[in-house]
């Protein structure tokens, strides 16, 4: 399995952006995926999942502003970020499974730096 992250860079605050996580060897459709985002010397932060059904989850840091799908079609997960402010800036990664006991693997992160 590996999943590739990208779509990461510099924003202003209450600007955009869509990162981007292609899947291989698993199909996104048949299991939880999430997006976890870490800033440098604190605990890395569950984001946002979607289950196998389509049910989504976020954090309440982001809910309204944030949101998790993804293409079946192109075996891709998406987290689209709108109104984006400083405290988002962090290493984003996606990962199949929700919750930190059920990941199972990681993808290499993409950097977010939220700055005017």
């Known amino acids: 399995v590996q999943l590739q992250a990208s779509g990461g860079g510099p924003v202003q605050p209450g600007g955009s952006l869509r990162l981007s996580c292609k899947a291989s060897?698993?199909?996104?459709?048949?299991?939880?995926m999430a997006w976890y985002r870490q800033v440098p010397g604190k605990l890395r932060e569950l984001v946002a999942n979607i289950t196998s059904s389509g049910t989504t989850n976020y954090a309440d840091s982001v809910k309204g502003r944030f949101t998790i799908s993804r293409d079946n079609a192109k075996n891709t997960l998406y987290l689209q970020m709108n109104s984006l402010e400083p405290e988002d800036t962090a290493l984003y990664y996606c990962?199949?499974?929700?919750?930190?006991?059920?990941?199972?693997?990681w993808g290499k992160g993409t950097l977010v730096t939220v700055s005017s």
């Open positions: 060897g698993m199909i996104v459709s048949m299991s939880t």
């Open positions: 990962t199949r499974g929700g919750v930190p006991y059920a990941v199972d693997y």
